[in-house]
């Protein structure tokens, strides 16, 4: 049978990142995969070093809609080590809050979306209606359902009350009782795992060598979680376990992600509990530097990491970041190879890439030079058709 | 410091294997060194500190000195970040690729190579990433002599031209 390659993408304007993969075929087995980026090139990094350190954490909290609290306290806490600001813990304590209620939020958006790409649109609505409570209790301390604008340099803007922290931990409980209900789901349902198990298979060596990071590193065995290797905010004082998987495929990170929620409500109970007193935030003058620091942070989607360089003046000389998404591109053309390509989609969704990707396919036919143009949503029915045909009943 | 054995001890063995290429070798604070190393013994380096489990390559930064164009390697093992400063001159700069140690760099090379212009040997030939198709070509957005209100102006005109 002749080879047909298949581009996904990479028009999807309305998202943050979009993505091409040219995808051979052979039969419906995916035989080699590239990835295309670097569509939307904004030119962040240039223009944060022409402007000044406090403009550049509202422009840094724009890079990235999901995670824009990951990006913020990333930057800060480089730009506070060049400054050697001594934070207070309350504002510490405040940033890890916020930090964990952000995480909890992207993963159950993710689950969201992973189900619903798998042709099991009763989970997308229950997770994403309960994922709005996360979004109540983010928008009741900051004002905001995203882009928070709580970090500043030397500590926070708003402090918690007492009433809102006993909103919280009320509505953090009943996402407890949801998620543990999630789990069940996800280790349990047997559409859910006839789509996921075995499916977008990364070895722990690959993952390793690919340096793979986050829930995808993990669901491969590998304990990497820049909260324990290198802690920042007051992760030192919580308890919490590093969740890792040894199935190496998309239930492995599913089952990473959901157990990573149960995690992060424990810790937002520890820290609401035991708020430490005293004030939100220090004095820092405009001037940093000169110096330079390079700042590691656990994002839901692994790790983050920025350098920044001070020269003294109130403008930074440089500003490096690298997201997590482009550290799990590296892998991702293993992943799919040598799976179908009703697998593709949620190969690709299993990482968590912001969720930009794709809107258009063309389906190339070497043999007869034919192009025919799918859209994601096609190739998204394909897929489930075609487990379908395999006997996997949807409800 | 004897918190600080382990980073003493993994710089110790850089100085006294690559003497003669490591400059201002510095351990800034707990899980942070930095050394200058020279462009020829730089994959050697690698090659060692890959061998004592730094084998994750975090991501590359390029900056701009003025005189001399550069990179600094973020690598760690986890726990312990080593940043490898390495320096080319701006006339004909040129650094070598790492992909034979560390095979996820590609995109990371890539953006070097757009943005700060430094000509990546080794890097297998792909489309150019970030920047997008069609940028004027020989410009790289951060070089310190690519000034913002320059560089709007012309992608502007670019842009009327093409309408």
Excluded at chain 1, 132 to 147: A, H
Aim: include cysteine.
């Amino acid at each position: 049978m002749s080879k047909i390659q298949i581009p996904l993408g990479p028009q999807h304007p309305a998202l943050k990142e979009p993505e091409n993969f040219a995808l051979v075929l052979d039969g419906e087995m995916i035989v080699d995969a590239t990835v295309n980026i670097g569509y939307n090139h904004r030119g962040v990094e240039k223009a944060l070093e022409n402007r000044n350190y406090i403009q550049d954490i509202y422009l840094i909290e724009r890079i990235c809609g999901i995670c824009s609290h990951s990006h913020v306290s990333c930057y800060i806490n480089a730009v506070e080590e060049i400054a050697k600001v001594d934070v207070p813990q309350r504002a510490k304590a405040i940033r890890t809050i916020v930090g964990e209620l952000e995480r909890i939020h992207s993963h159950l958006l993710w689950l969201g979306v992973a189900a619903f790409e798998l042709g099991y649109d009763t989970l997308f609505m229950y997770t994403w209606r309960d994922r709005e409570q996360v979004l109540d209790c983010l928008e009741l301390l900051t004002g905001n359902r995203v882009n928070y604008g709580i970090n500043t340099i030397g500590g926070v803007r708003r402090d918690i009350t007492k009433e809102q922290a006993d909103e919280i931990l009320k509505k953090i409980k009943y996402l407890h009782e949801r998620t543990s209900y999630y789990v069940g789901v996800v280790t349990e349902e047997p559409t859910f795992l006839a789509r996921t198990q075995n499916v977008g298979k990364l070895p722990k060596n690959v993952a390793l060598e690919l340096n793979a990071v986050g829930p995808t590193a993990r669901a491969s065995g590998i304990e990497i979680d820049v909260r324990k290797d290198n802690p920042y905010f007051i992760y030192d004082q919580l308890d919490f376990k590093v969740i890792t998987y040894n199935s190496e495929d998309v239930f492995g990170r599913a089952v990473v992600r959901v157990l990573e929620i149960i995690e992060s409500i424990k810790m937002i109970e520890q820290i609401l509990k035991n708020l430490p007193e005293g004030p939100v935030s220090v004095k820092v003058g405009w001037k940093i530097g000169p110096g330079e620091a390079v700042s590691r942070y656990e994002a839901p989607r692994g790790e983050d990491i920025h350098y920044v360089k001070a020269n003294g003046t109130e403008y930074p000389e440089r500003v490096k970041v690298r997201a997590p998404t482009l550290a799990n591109f590296q892998s991702l053309p293993y992943c799919l190879k040598n799976g179908y390509l009703a697998d593709a989609i949620i190969t690709i969704a299993a990482i968590d890439p912001c969720m930009s990707c794709t809107d258009r396919a063309i389906v190339y036919d070497i043999k007869k030079g034919k192009k025919e143009v799918f859209d994601w949503e096609e190739l998204r029915k394909y897929s489930i058709e075609f487990y379908r045909r395999k006997g996997i009943k949807f409800s | 410091m004897s918190e600080l054995i382990k980073e003493e001890e993994i710089l110790k063995e850089i100085k006294d294997k690559f003497f003669e290429a490591v400059e201002n070798a510095i351990i800034q604070r707990k899980e942070r060194i930095w050394i200058d190393v020279s462009e020829n013994k730089k994959l050697e380096i690698m090659k060692y500190l890959k061998e004592r489990g730094y084998y994750h390559l975090s991501t590359i930064s390029g900056f701009d000195e003025g005189e001399k164009l550069g990179a600094i390697y973020h690598i760690t093992n986890h726990k312990i970040i080593i940043n490898l400063r390495v320096r080319t001159p701006k006339e004909s700069p040129v650094l070598k690729s790492v992909l034979p140690v560390y095979p996820s760099a590609t995109s990371y090379e890539r953006e070097i190579e757009d943005l700060f212009g430094i000509k990546i040997e080794g890097l297998p030939p792909g489309r150019n990433y970030p920047l997008p198709e069609g940028f004027p070509k020989g410009v790289h957005p951060l070089r310190k002599d690519v000034k913002l209100e320059e560089l709007n102006k012309m992608l502007d005109e670019k842009c009327a031209k093409e309408e």
